[in-house]
């Protein structure tokens, strides 16, 4: 991509979200798994790079010994033919595959791993989302109910979200020992809250806590004073040492939405 000027990206909306135990994959649900001409308007467009899904659990459903990879070589190279730079997905609001989810105290290694074997399949990769809007998607899973593990606590928003937090960051850890140039391209919903009077608590807290996957990315949560007092009301206190695990700082001042993690 030319960083000099104004860059036009796009995406694939690629959601494979667990209901139940039924996966939905929009990636099916809207044709795009069986077009390949898709790639080539998207390139028809003039856009430069393009938000294209890798994902775990259409590659790796049952594990990285037996990932199907014939898709998604299609279609990376023939991005790469057309001049298209993918920010490569690997979590796209979802749970990882059925042998872990938000829950798992080693999701964040199991979806490193899979991350390394990306950037090893295509070292020429530079661009990553590990992990798509990690603040909306564990409260669609955790807050809501509506998604899989399907609770409704602000404990369990709370792990999932530091389970996706940790995650990125172990991604990006490993996918930088394949590919050092490697950049994350971090992804979240920053809507703002308003309400009435009543309700002005409410909107507060919401708009406070929609910062809080950015701040943990970025080593700067323990500047969110409400949201670290929520946490450590839950039992996650996330002092220094905590905050470690999950930051990332940038990898230049130029670069503010591109996140290196340590």
Known sequence: MDESRLTIWAGVEAS?????????????????HER???VDRLAALGI?????????ERVAPTGIASADWSWTD??????RALHV????T???????????????????????QFARAVAKRYPWVRYYTPVNEPLTTARFSALYGHWYPHERRD?????????????????????????????LITTEDLGKTRSTTRLAYQAAHENARRWSSIDLLCGRFDRNVAMCSWF???????????????????????????????
């Not at 494979?16 to 795009?32: A, K, M, N, P, S």
């Open 16 to 32: 494979v979200v667990r209901i139940g135990e039924r996966y939905v994959d929009q990636v099916r649900l809207t044709g795009h």
């Open 36 to 38: 390949e001409e898709d």
């Open 48 to 56: 430069q790079a393009v938000r294209y899904p890798v994902l775990w």
């Open 74 to 79: 299609k279609r990376l190279d023939r991005l």
């Open 85 to 88: 730079e993918p920010i490569v």
């Open 90 to 112: 690997l979590l796209h609001h979802g749970s990882g595959p059925s042998y872990t989810d938000l829950f798992d105290p080693e999701f964040a290694q199991k979806l490193a």
């Open 155 to 183: 404990a369990s928003f709370v792990r999932a979200l530091l389970t996706q937090v940790a995650a990125i960051a172990r991604a990006m850890e490993a996918i930088r020992e394949e590919t050092p140039e490697a950049q």
């Open 232 to 262: 450590d009301d839950l039992g996650f206190a996330i002092d220094k040492r905590a905050l470690a695990r999950y930051r990332s700082t940038p990898r230049s001042e130029e670069h503010t939405s591109e996140l290196q993690s340590h």
